[in-house]
């Protein structure tokens, strides 16, 4: 029985590296394969010196050399390793192996496993800090379907070293994790943290398949890993999984809309349209080599200071069923979203927005906390030659359309904003549809939420009919009011 002095807290203990592979290798049913490549054996090394390894440990391999690599488990189609598909490669292959040399006759009570990874380190002239692609196959009884943990890394450390250790711990967590921490998968995420400073690496990417995560969405996992602070910004597509943002923005031109999307409306849609149309018949903006991206910002899914992961959700399923592409970003302004963007491209980007986002990005007070104030964020936000494409409103109170030639910024920022309008940074979309001007999402969303009529119209087609028949947003069918109204 532990002493307990007056004024202990309860806190969470952190199992060493030992103790959890102590633990894995202790269990007598656990066996599986090891196979790591571009940074040595980090992970399976910590399964030996923990002792007991045999039980567990069917194989462990390092198929460094590129030819014994494509020898033993493919060539890849673009040439290269360090991919989720060569990862997918190893997983299944490695774990094939298992099934066939390993009788279930013999061994009716084993559940096999097989983690790999393929990483890149940091470069000798330090430049590109490196990356890398991990993974764990397994299963939680005899016999039963294979469950998947995908996840992408990218290292900020700048010794080899340091890396390779990294890695080593995070592969230790992750086998963990899968084994003990599978049923809450919210919390596995932050366990594979364990040991290891956030400042150390960032992972940007996961993906859970498999019987033992039917019930996991993707989009929430992503969600978890912005908001834990492990990344600053994730993506994912039509079909709920989480999409690796290199392998989307990697030299391409690139549209991004940021909003709310509370719910998705006629007008954003339209936004979208009418810029896309735009920005192809832009000079050197290829068509096939152009990503539009629908970004939501972490700012944009808190209410009352805590993020409503619920609400996001319904955000999320909506964009999907209209088959785009979503970024969920840590950016609250503009400029970041642009840097980030550039650190995957030097193609053409532009930006949708509305009237009153740009006159908001023309407002100081959101630049305090940089050095150089709002002239050093404008110098980030169009040195790439990043075009503005700007929707227009009317205005509530003269009734009177606002376009970039008569909108109101601070006279401060007039000459400011003289210069970027008339070098052709901010351009005005004329092509738009002017009955639907007078929709906001805010209305929409009080319309739902208050049963009120007309806000179908209001919404592109087919919106409606998920909200109705998902209830999002907290829809309420009619039957539902009489029901509680009885009640």
Not at 9 to 28: D, H, M, Q
Not at 354 to 366: A, K, T
Not at 429 to 451: A, G, H, M, Q, T
Request: aromatic share 12%; proline share 3%; net charge neutral.
């Amino acid at each position: 029985m532990p002493i307990v002095l007056k004024g202990d807290r309860n806190f969470e203990n952190v199992p060493s590296l030992k103790a959890k592979a102590l633990r894995i290798n202790l269990n007598e049913t656990i066996y599986g394969t090891f196979a790591e490549i571009g940074a040595g054996q980090e992970t399976v090394r910590h399964f030996f010196r923990a002792g007991g390894a045999s039980g567990t440990i069917a194989k462990a391999m390092s198929a460094y050399d590129k030819a014994f690599s494509d020898a033993i488990y493919g060539v890849e189609e673009d040439g290269r390793y360090v991919t989720e598909a060569r990862l997918t490669k190893m997983l299944s292959h490695e774990m094939q192996l298992m099934e066939e040399r390993i009788s279930r006759e013999e061994h009716p009570n084993k559940i096999f496993f097989s983690f790999a990874n393929t990483v890149a380190t940091i470069d000798f002239a330090k430049k590109y800090l490196g990356h890398g692609w991990l993974g764990i196959k397994f299963q939680l009884e005899p016999g039963e379907a294979y469950n998947d943990i995908v996840l992408h890394i990218r290292f900020k450390q700048t010794e080899a070293r340091l890396q390779q250790e990294t890695l080593g711990i995070l592969g230790v967590n992750l086998i963990y994790g899968a084994f003990y921490k599978h049923h809450k998968p919210k919390k596995l995420l932050k366990y594979l943290y364990d040991l290891i400073d956030k400042d150390t690496i960032e992972i940007d990417m996961i993906n859970f398949s498999g019987p033992r995560f039917e019930n996991v969405d993707n989009r929430l996992m992503s969600l978890q890993l912005v908001k834990n602070g492990m990344t600053e910004a994730v993506m994912f597509g039509p079909d709920g999984n989480n999409i690796l943002p290199a392998a989307i923005l990697y030299k391409k031109n690139i549209l991004a809309l940021r909003g709310s999307f509370r719910p998705v409306t006629k007008v954003n849609m339209d936004m979208f349209q009418k810029s896309y149309d735009i920005f192809i018949r832009e000079n050197k903006v290829d068509v096939e080599n152009t990503v539009v991206i629908f970004e939501i910002t972490l700012s944009n899914l808190r209410a009352e200071g805590e993020i409503d992961e619920e609400d996001f959700m319904d955000r999320a399923r909506l964009l999907c069923s209209l088959g785009q592409t979503v970024l969920i970003s840590n950016f609250q302004e503009y400029y970041k979203l642009v840097e980030y963007f550039s650190n995957y491209t030097r193609e053409r980007m532009a930006l949708t927005m509305g009237v009153n986002n740009l006159v908001e990005i023309f407002d100081e007070r959101y630049y305090r906390h940089l050095s150089g104030g709002i002239l050093e964020a404008f110098g980030k936000l169009f040195y790439k030659d990043l075009r503005v494409y700007l929707y227009p409103m009317v205005d509530p109170e003269t009734g009177l359309l606002v376009t970039s030639n008569n909108l109101k910024v601070h006279p401060r920022m007039k000459e400011l904003y003289k210069f970027f309008k008339y070098n052709g940074k901010v351009v005005d979309i004329f092509d738009y549809d002017p009955d639907i001007l007078n929709i906001f999402s805010r209305e929409v969303l009080k319309k739902i939420s208050n049963n009120e009529e007309g806000w179908e119209e209001m919404l592109p087609s087919g919106i409606a009919e998920l909200i109705k028949q998902k209830h999002l947003f907290d829809y309420k069918s009619p039957k539902q009011i009489t029901d509680k109204s009885k009640s």
